[in-house]
């Protein structure tokens, strides 16, 4: 039971960032999670925060933002451009499942489609596993599966990649900058085990691939919304890149991954006026909290790429979390905020706004016919399938 739900900003803001409020939101989801970094608290998740957190450099990102990504999207894309169609969950998740499997350190390498797709399915099972707390599936099937999955993830690629880095260290060759190398390269410092270092990277690869998926999707569907009522074109949000980020923030801000995140208190304490024994649920509402108009203005549920937010708020409100467990892809995904007034810069653009970009400028629309499902599997709002098109007239 919850003993406490903070729905304005500031509330949010103070319990994510309570030191004695701990994470609770995938007690449920164990069998994939647990013993991840976001389920931990104090010296070890700081521990383990500190060595995973070497590979999400901003030069980094630029880098791979502007070469290897570029690249890695348009073999995805080629199939469906070819087609003039596509669904634009199965694109996304296809797109992202490279890239998280990149940050983590799952080697691919066949690098055909049918790998991708066996990467994907294993990892959508995690997925359903890690969000278990919002499933409408029975638990006791989606753990079974999720198992299952785990033993064919070692099997078909988590044990190679293991070796491979083995070797690099043992031969003192340079490592790739990945999560599975940072903590084979501390394994002396953080002493995992096999489990525990299997479920992290399992962790890394659903908590990248779902997220960032879904924020694309979003984002494109308010997108849609927002040219088809007449603010503005596909070929202004391509000529303006800081617009077109301010609409996935904006997107973002409407559309956390997770509408709530869940917290229990590890001591007494009191938070925005409740008093909460050990033990004790605090629920912060992100949803609400980032919809608040006292921070956001009055049109705070309305979607507005214009909007301009006070010093020290961010443009997505608190969709990549804040506080200890502030999300560690955030940079990467969402890009980097300029200066007020000042344009963004290309390499900084971010990944969910550059998938945007490259699909308006293929001239994405929906499907006429077919209408965008919702995905009942989960109580999160995310979508199961939106059907589009692609009319190939480059926008800019
Ligand atoms: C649009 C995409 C994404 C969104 C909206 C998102 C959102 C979040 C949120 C809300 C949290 C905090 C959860 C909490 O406080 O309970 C989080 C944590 C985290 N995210 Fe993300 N995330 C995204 C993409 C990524 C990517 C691409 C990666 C890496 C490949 C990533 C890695 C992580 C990690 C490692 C944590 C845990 C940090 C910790 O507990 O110390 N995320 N994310």
Redo the contacts with the bound molecule.
Sequence with gaps: MIQAKLTSYADAMAA?KHPLLV?A??DAGSSVMGD?????DGDE?AQ??VV?FAV?KRRFFREYQSKKFPELLSQVLEPYLAAGEADLVELGYRV?MN??AD??GVDRPCGDVEETQALLALVRTFSTGATLAHSTLDHGEVNARVVTALDQFSDKFLDASIARRKQLIAQEQPLPND?LSKLLGAQEQLQLSPPVLRREIA???Q???H??A???VQAIDEVFRWIAGGHSSAQLLCEQKTLLQSAVHES?RLH???PV???RAAAPLEIAGHVLKVGDLVE?D?VQANRDPNVFGDDAHQFNPHRQTKPGVWP?G?????????????D???GVVPKPGAEVESASLG??PLLVQTLLRHGVVPAAQQAPQADTTTSRPNFASYPVRFTGEKAA
């Design positions: 994510l994470q939101l995938y991840a970094l976001i389920t931990l998740h383990r925060r995973e999400f992202t890239l998280t940050l983590a999560v962790f890394y690869l908590a990248g691939a997220s960032t879904n924020a694309m973002l956390p991954a997770s995140a869940l917290r912060v992100l997505f608190l969709s990549f979390g804040y506080g200890n467990h502030a999300c560690m892809g955030r990467l995904d969402g990944i969910v």
